[in-house]
């Protein structure tokens, strides 16, 4: 077998293990309200499905990274394929809520395994000049397993059910360890010694658990809550202490002189953005089509899918480009053009053709696409060679903790957003009741209470949207009762009067019905412009992700100056 087909084989089954680790990050959430129906339990419960997953994924990534450079990179990385393919089969086999969490926690952990080592397992595998190139596919496959989830779990859930969202990774990790057993070499840092550093493993797993666990719970919670705050504490306490702990450390897991690069600070803060604009646009926009614009879940994943054509598309093409050009262009430009598809998506209502919105999600996947492979190029480019694991695990690590805030973040500006406008056409429509000259003072009396509840109930999220037969039938039930306490000739006079009155509330029912549905679209207007204003600073961190290329040296890698200043 030649040496070419040798690295196809090899990356390919990178790239299976990848792609099936990020799967699994969106993949379950179009299935866990029927996850709910099967197992029972609440919403708060069921979430953990989820969040099981994203709290041991980010928790751990920097020790598994760790681990990888000093034993030896292909042993983890079959370690982590293994453990993922064995915990999503009993994650399908589950007879209880407690076991599917448990085993999508252990998804998490070996999520953590598999995704720093691609990196430098696909760095060692092709010479340096295809590393742009290579690496721009690596983003492609990370964008199209974020944007397919939810359209592939719909599918899945729809035609099959839900436990084969989990089966589905057992072909593919099987065939991803046969692969990487027959092609891939083994790799490690040459200069990490073999001794383990627990101190420091303990106290930034320990960190990075209680900060993403509080970002999680921040909502549940509440942002100025004494156990957030708590939380928040612990965690920096552990994060500090993991510095000294690292600063006195002869043989350290995170080498400090990382920090002092520029650029790798740079990449690692504009990953952290992408996780967040990632996050944000794919929930609001999911929420948004789904409740305001009535698609089904399944649709509206299917809708989400085309992020992953427009990533696939100008990954391949951004990688090898600013491999020879330099990032901080493409970086900065990607940026820019998610920010912009972001706050284009403001502009939408619940009338806007299907096209309006795939144009913007299509757009906002050029951008992931001109953003990840540079940023993620000019991260590998400009650190020790060596050190490239370590550095792919603090890169994934800071995309999957801006993820997590990102999330905690927007639901909450969504929630208020919502609130304040739902507030503002609830004293509206009242108002209006009681300016009515038309109806009767008791009709007034059960149309006020009826609405004052629907808008109470619609601004904190407990209820459904405004239905209009629904709140009819609701006043036509409370008017009755209203009659009934009436003598024997006010309820005839009522009578006499009661088509009247029911056209007049049905008339103020489809006015307050069409404010209702606009207060609520306003307010998913405010929070995908806040979600744009949120990434704006990842323009300012791409740019910082690599250094201004001199005209005589623009063909020129940057990986030999990097290792000269090094």
Known sequence: MNTRLRAVLAFSAILLGYFMALLDTTIVNIALPEMTRYFGGTVSQISWVMNGYNLAFAALILTASRLADQFGRKKIFILGLVLFTLSSLLAGLSSSLGML?????????????IVPVTIPLTTTTFPKEKHGMIIGIWGAIAGLAAASGPSLGGILTEKLNWQWIFYVNVPLGLLSILLTLLFIKESRDETAGKRVDYSGMLSITAGMLLITYAFIKANDYGWNSIEFYSLISSGLIFAVLFFYLQSREKDPMLPLVLLKIKEFNGTSLAMFIVGAALSNLALLTSFFLTREMGMTELKAGLVLSILAAGSIISSAISGSLS????SRWFGSAGVAVIFGAIYAMSSLDAQSPLGDVLLRLFIAGIGVGLTMPPVMSAGVRHVPEEKVGIASGIMNMTKSIGSVLGVAVIVTLLQQSISGEMQTEKVHILEQVNENQRLMPMIKEVLVATVDEIGN?????SGSEFQEEE??????????????????????????VRDDQMKEVKLLLTSAGADMKQASVNGFRKSFIYAS????????FAWMSDKRRARKDSGKSADQSTMNIT
């Open 323 to 326: 491999n020879k050009f330099g």
């Open 471 to 496: 709140v009819a039938g609701r006043i036509a039930k409370g008017m009755e009762t209203a009659v009934a306490k009436l003598d024997p000739e006010q309820q005839k006079a009522f009578a006499s």
């Open 101 to 113: 969490i448990l085993f999508r926690a252990i998804q998490g952990l070996a999520g953590a395994i």
């Open 533 to 540: 204003l949120m990434i704006s600073p990842g323009i300012i």
């Open 457 to 461: 109930n619609m601004q904190t999220g």
